[in-house]
């Protein structure tokens, strides 16, 4: 038979279960915005320079 603790610990336990879950979830999906803002970047600028140089020559000269 279950005692009068269960009452209060077994919700206690759901609760930090939930706050924990929400702080951990909150805070990965913040690291994963910023992880895209800097792919996002990096990718720009590699565009960037590739737009920035010369082509490499296609057949290289005869001599």
């Known amino acids: 038979m279950p005692?009068?603790?269960?009452?209060?610990?077994?919700?206690l336990v759901l609760l930090v279960g939930l706050v924990l879950g929400l702080f951990m979830g909150r805070r990965s999906a913040f690291l994963q915005q910023q992880e895209d803002e800097r792919r996002k970047k990096?990718?720009?600028?590699?565009?960037?320079?590739?737009?920035?140089?010369p082509p490499p020559p296609k057949d290289p000269p005869v001599p």
């Open 42 to 53: 990096r990718e720009a600028e590699r565009k960037a320079r590739a737009a920035a140089s």
């Open 3 to 11: 005692t009068s603790s269960h009452i209060f610990y077994i919700p």
